[in-house]
């Protein structure tokens, strides 16, 4: 390690101290974007013989951010 050596007064006296701007990433704000996502399909086929029931989705997405 290195030897500490001591400031002389006028070295001291030299230093010039600011204050700094207050920190938003200090601060406890909490940012919460709760995301939904709803995907739904229904394909029913009942009473038919031999036949193909198809179906398609659109999926839905919801953020709210505050």
Known sequence: ???STA?????LDAEVM????ARE???YDVNVAPV???N?????NAGSIG????SAAVQELLVMQQ
Do not use: D, G, H, Y
Not at 7 to 11: D, I, K, R, T, V
Not at 18 to 21: I, S, T
Not at 51 to 54: K, L, P, R
């Open 1 to 3: 390690m290195a030897a």
């Open 51 to 54: 036949s193909v029931a198809n």
């Open 36 to 38: 939904i996502a709803i």
């Open 40 to 44: 739904l399909s229904f394909a029913i």
């Open 25 to 27: 990433t200090l601060c």
């Open 18 to 21: 600011e204050l700094l701007p």
């Open 7 to 11: 400031l002389l007064p006028a070295e």
